[in-house]
């Protein structure tokens, strides 16, 4: 699990034209994947239910399991970011 979250966290740190590009290893190429066994596919995720869950890692108020590791994804996205990844991902 440290490998994973340090692994995580260089990931993040990375500079990235595509905001969803650091989330590809976990929850694909095309948000197909239940990331870590845990997560919600995000294709299947509206634009609004995707940006609010987004926000919601941000703040605190959203995740179970995952929270800590996606709060810490989340942190760095401006809504421009998250807005781009909804775009691209989310239908």
């Known amino acids: 699990m440290k490998k994973l979250i340090l692994a ?3 990931i993040a740190t990375a500079s990235y034209a595509n905001p969803y590009a650091k989330c590809v290893s976990c929850h694909g190429a095309n948000g197909e994947k239940v990331a870590l066994g845990k997560s919600k596919i995000i294709k299947d995720m509206t634009k609004a239910e995707f940006i609010a869950s987004m ?12 929270k800590a590791i996606m709060q810490a994804q989340a942190k760095g996205l401006s809504d421009a970011d998250i807005e781009a990844m909804a775009n691209q991902i989310a239908k």
């Open 8 to 10: 995580l966290a260089v």
């Open 55 to 66: 926000k919601g890692y941000q703040d605190g108020t959203y995740g179970r399991s995952t």
